[in-house]
Structures are given as C-alpha cells and as structure tokens.
C-alpha cells in the first residue's frame, strides 16, 4: 500500500505511527500530528522577563535552568557545589526500537536547545534544579529541549522540569531527557506540565539505574492538548528502588497518555508505580504501563496502580498494564480501576451545606492528593504541587 | 416549623412506595420522637427531608417555615437550618475530618451571608465543641468518619450538629451502637442544643433515648404513615407491650 505522507512526514523523513503501532494504540500520532510548524524564533530577552509571570516557582530556594520558546537563557543563578552544566545540546537518545521510539526520533529532528547536568561524585544537593521551558505558545510553532543527566556514585539530588503556557493556539512543544542514576546515587525527578490547552507536547524520559540506586520519578500533567510523557527505564544495578508516581488531570478535549516501560535486567529491585488520573469533560486519559522482567531478574517486586475517576460520560480513560515475565521468582501485581465519584459522599457532603461543585473538588482533590502526599517531598513541594492541582480543578470542574 | 402534608415516597425508578401518606407537624422548640419497627420508613423520611435525590416525592409537600423544600438541593436545605444525624454516616477517604468541618461551616456561612470563620476562631470553636463530648481533637485530623469506631461516628455527628448550629435537627438511630456511657454524651450533647428556636425529629427504636431525650410528642411509624401520636406516655406503652396493639388498634 502505498500511502501519501502527510505534512509532517515530510518534514520529519519518517513515517508516524498510527494505531496499528501497538504502543500507539490509544495514541494516534499519524492522525493528530498533520504538520509540525516551524521553530520559534529566539524571544527578546526582556519578552523572557514576563513570560514566567504567572508560574511562581516550586521550590523557593530552586537554582533554574531557563528556557524560552525552545532557546535557552542565561541567568546567572547560583549552581549548588557540586553541579556541572554544559549549555551545549546532548546527544540525541537513542532510537532503536523503531517505531516505539518514535517521540525520540522526532525531538532529535527539531531540538536545539539543551543543557548537560553532572552531579559530582558523593555530593548531597539540598538546592532542587529548575529545568523550565515557558512557551509564547505562537500558532504552529515549535519549541523543544533535551537534558542530559548524570548523578554519580552516593550523590544525592532533585530535578524539576516544567512546562509552561497559556496558549489555546495550535502548537508543538518537545522534551527529552537522559538520566543515569549511578550506584548508590538517590535521584527525584519531578515533571511538572502546565503547557497551554493548545500544545501538543511529545516528551521521553529515559533512565539507567545503577546498583543501589534509588530513583522517584513524579508526573504532573496539568495542561495540554495533546500530551504523550513516556519513561523507560532500564534497572540495571541490583537493589536499586524505583517509584514512579503521576497525577494526570485531563481536562475537556484533551488527550493525556503516559507511557511507561520498565526493564528489569538484574535481581532484588523493586519498582513501584501509581498514578490518580482525573477525567473532565470529553477528556481522553492513557496509562500505558509495561514491566519487563528478564529472566536473570529473580526477586524482582514490581507493583503497578493506576486509579481513575472519570468525572462525565463523555470522557474516557483506558489503561493498559502489560507484564513480560521470564524470571519465576517474582512479585508483580498491577490494578487498574475507574470509578465516578459516590453519589453517597457528595449527599453527605451536601447534606452539611457543602455545595456541589466544592464537595466535588473536595472528593476530587483528596483522590489526588494522596500520591503527592507519598512523594515526602517536603512541605513547600507538596504545597506546591496540590496548589496546581486545585487550580486546575477550579478552572475545569 | 415542619409541616409534612400527605407526603408519598417512592424509589426513584421503582414502583414501590414507601412513605404512603404521611402527616406530621413539629414545632418550634419541640422535640418528636418517631418509633416503629424496622423497615417502616424511618430513615427514608430522614432522607426525604434532608434530600437524598434517590427518593422520588409523588404527592403531598414538606414545608419548613412555611416553604416548601421539595424543590431545594441538599446543600440549600442544610443552609436554611436543615441538618440529618445518618444512622450510618459516610466514611470520606482522604478528606480531613477538619478540612470537611471547615469546608461546611464556611458554605454555610456564605450562605447566610455572615462572614467565614478565621483560621484560628476555627480551631478554638471545633476544640471547644470536641472538648464537650469527648472526642480527642486528634481524631479530628484523620480522614472523615474512616476507622472511627460506630460510637465514634455518632460523637462526630453530633459534633457536626453543635458546630452548624441547625433549626430542624433529624436524628436517625443516634442512639444505636452506643454504650451507656456514650449515650449519656450524645444525649447531653443533645439536650445542650435544645432551645425555643430549634426542633428536633428523633428517630430511634427504644425507650432508653428518650429517658435522656424527653421528647415533647411521640409518633409511631409502620408502614409509610404515622398510625399513632401521643405524649412520652406513648413510648412507654411501646416499651412494655410492644407494636402490636399499636398496630392493630390502626388497622
Ligand atoms: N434505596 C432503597 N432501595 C430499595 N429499597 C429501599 C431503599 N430505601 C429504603 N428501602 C426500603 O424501604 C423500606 C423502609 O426502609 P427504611 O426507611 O430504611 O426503614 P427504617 O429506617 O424504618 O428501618 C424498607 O423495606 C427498605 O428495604
Ligand atoms: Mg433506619
């Protein structure tokens, strides 16, 4: 069969995957990303000043790398001891699983802005590294970055990358990040996406995890058109610990995948994942969650939750656990729930003159909250992290 | 202040009936006990009022200060002074017993056009209320009514009650699940609210309540309908020789 490439495909050199791609089978890149646009121009510098303005920070005491319409910035903050940057764009990850690798293969052809982070050997970073990206969000531009990330043996650090917009206009913003977390190196990555209801966001992280390595991974996706956030994650050290945590907020007309895939190589590691996803209006949610054990991986403990509230008949939410096990001596549990909010909460709620739509973001917020809460990332952070999530509630239930 | 006219009930999307024609008037300052046995329609009433939109009303009217209520949302009645001690109060996951208690006063508040509570005009006016019927304040920072035991469910309830200062209070089996001690509490608790301005509906199966509560009028309930009113003497009667006669005199 021979089929007419659509603009994208012209402009990218390959094919996107559609639904026929089992790992974008609820995602159909093909169909929704008809042409790409054209790279932002690099904003004026006192244009950057504002464009934050309505995104305070997370952590007070943050050094932030700065990025604007897919451009970095210099701003001179304070690096903590410890902290190597080089301001010149990674590698691009690598991408040999074809069409699985497809978000990769597109942040490789339109990136030109990135940073490179080493964390020195032994070195505990108090300070949490900022890596923000805010977009004008122009019609049919592109904005995208790329981060390379080392912690190193026994250090100790907390990254939060961002994404901020408010536009309603058709655009494309991209990220990908490469993460070794190295023996005994304690790592807390934190993905925070507020972009505008008109962005497509394409975005990979990939991780390597060493011996002893200990690794939490959160995903806030509060924002958006259409969003993919994809982690893989190769546990290559024995006792390494992982968790991954996420709270999708999938507002009317949006369209929120994550995608997680999970490798575990060597014996004794343990994996935790859970995500509260909350579903509004016609909103489409996807949690794709795959776990791989090979077969030397003996003791692995993977558990894997992903609970939905679907708040219309119109939205929908599907979620697809999948487990590749070739070592016999594992734990592996996986569950996946959606529900409506209980008609009997609400009448209680009610029944003490709370109304409707407080006692609805009330239910909502605690559903929520508690992955946040199981983070321990700190009062500031957790306050932080809820006061997006109860403004999005605001502005969407 | 309660004026329930010929009020019929059925499950919203089912057939059957379950209030069949009930009259009742409360007064202000009164207290109104109503008995019967299980299954005649008690909590379905309690319900009613407090309106759960899983009953369906077919005929007749409530009237609450003279206005019907039938129209209103729960939210709306519990401002104008509504308020339903649950025979089986909800457990909220995740939601802070304190976080709910603020969330409710302020709504109520607002509605009433006063002013929201300060944070720690709050916290004194819980503390003191908690103090009063023995509930550990800390129990108060736990997830709403989650793991507290039936007794403790009750104390929060009449917690509640005390701190929204309602005018209709209905109480469904309050008094179920208590021991002597804890009922003692709850019916102080009770007794401290009672007042010219407020009237009670208090639903329950055994004389031993009333002994604490002395209701003004006592009211039999079988089958959908009041079949019998009297004064405490009725509850009395109900303790020695059961429904039956009560019953059969009706028929
Ligand atoms: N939501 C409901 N669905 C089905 N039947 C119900 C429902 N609520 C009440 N009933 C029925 O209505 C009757 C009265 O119940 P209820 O009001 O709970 O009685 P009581 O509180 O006096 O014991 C019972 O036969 C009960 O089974
Ligand atoms: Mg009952």
Redesign the pocket.
């Known amino acids: 069969m021979n089929i007419q490439k659509t603009a994208a495909e012209e402009t990218l050199g390959f094919m996107l995957p559609t639904r026929r791609v089992e790992s974008f089978h609820y995602t159909d890149l093909r169909a929704n990303l008809k042409s790409l646009g054209e790279q932002a121009a690099r904003p004026e510098d006192d244009a950057t000043r504002t464009m934050g303005d309505s995104f305070p920070r997370l952590a007070s005491d943050a050094c932030v790398l700065h990025f604007y319409d897919g451009h970095g910035f210099e701003r001179n903050e304070t690096l903590p001891e410890g902290v190597m940057v080089s301001r010149d764009l990674p590698d691009a990850l690598s991408a040999d699983g074809g069409a699985d690798d497809t978000i990769p293969q597109i942040n490789s052809k339109i990136t030109t802005a990135g940073v490179s982070i080493a964390v020195a050997k032994g070195k505990e970073v108090t300070q949490t590294i900022g890596l923000a990206h805010a977009h004008t969000g122009a019609a049919e531009s592109i904005a995208s970055t790329r981060f390379s990330i080392t912690a190193a043996e026994g250090s100790t650090s907390r990254f939060i990358e961002r994404q901020m917009g408010r536009s309603d206009a058709n655009h494309m913003t991209s990220s990908a990040v490469s993460l070794n977390v190295q023996q005994g190196a304690k790592v807390e990555y934190f993905i925070v996406q507020q972009a505008g209801v008109g962005a497509t966001h394409l975005a990979r992280l990939n991780v390597t995890l060493a011996q002893d390595a200990d690794l939490s991974i959160f995903v806030l996706n509060a924002g958006g058109k259409l969003v993919r956030q994809e982690v893989k994650i190769a546990v290559n050290g024995e006792n390494a610990n992982l968790a991954i945590r996420g709270v999708n907020l999938v507002g009317d007309n949006a369209h929120i995948d994550v995608t997680t895939v999970l490798e575990h190589n060597v014996p004794h590691t343990n994996a935790e994942e859970l995500f509260r996803n909350v579903v509004a209006g016609d909103g489409h949610g996807v949690f794709q969650g795959q776990i791989k054990v090979a077969q030397p991986a003996q003791k692995t403990d993977a558990q894997m939750a992903c609970n939905t509230l679907l708040l219309t008949d119109e939205g929908d939410f599907s979620a697809k656990p999948e487990l590749e096990i070739f070592a016999d001596d594992v734990i592996c549990a996986h569950g996946a729930t959606v529900t409506d909010i209980d008609d009997e909460h609400m009448f209680y709620m009610q029944a003490r003159g709370i109304d409707q739509k407080t006692a609805r973001g009330l239910l909502i917020k605690a559903f929520v909250d508690e992955v946040v809460e199981e983070l321990e990332a700190g009062e500031e952070l957790e306050e932080a992290f809820t006061g997006i999530i109860d403004d999005w509630l605001d502005a969407n239930i | 202040m309660l004026e329930i006219k010929n009020l019929h009930v059925r499950?919203a999307e089912?057939e059957?009936e379950?209030?069949k024609g009930l009259d009742l008037s409360v007064a202000a300052g009164e207290v109104a006990a109503i008995m019967?046995?299980?299954?005649?329609?008690?909590?379905?009433?309690?319900?009613v009022l407090a309106g759960k939109e899983?009953?369906e009303v077919t005929e007749g009217d409530i009237l609450f200060n003279g206005e019907s209520i039938l129209e209103m949302e729960p939210d709306e009645r519990a401002a104008s002074g509504v308020f339903l001690a649950f025979?089986y109060p909800m457990e909220i996951p995740g939601v802070p017993t304190m976080n709910f208690l603020k969330a409710a006063m302020n709504a109520q508040r607002k509605a009433r056009d006063e002013e929201e509570y300060t944070t720690p005009e709050f916290i004194k006016t819980v503390k003191a209320a908690a103090g009063e019927l023995n509930i550990d304040f800390n129990m108060l920072k736990r997830a709403l009514n989650v793991g507290f035991s039936g007794g403790e469910k009750k104390r929060a309830e009449i917690l509640q009650m005390q701190l929204l200062e309602p005018k209709l209070c209905v109480l469904?089996?309050t008094d179920s699940g208590l021991d002597i001690d804890a009922l003692k509490i709850v019916s102080d608790g009770v007794n401290r609210l009672r007042d010219p301005e407020r009237a009670f509906l208090v639903?329950t199966h055994y004389q031993r309540l009333l002994e604490h509560i002395v209701p003004d009028s006592v009211h039999v309930?079988y089958q959908?309908r009041i079949i019998e009113s009297g004064d405490k003497s009725l509850a009395l009667h109900l303790e020695e020789n059961g429904y039956a006669d009560v019953i059969a005199r009706a028929a």
């Open positions: 499950i089912e059957t379950i209030i019967g046995p299980n299954g005649s329609g008690k909590s379905t009433l309690s319900y899983d009953y025979q469904d089996e639903i309930l959908g």
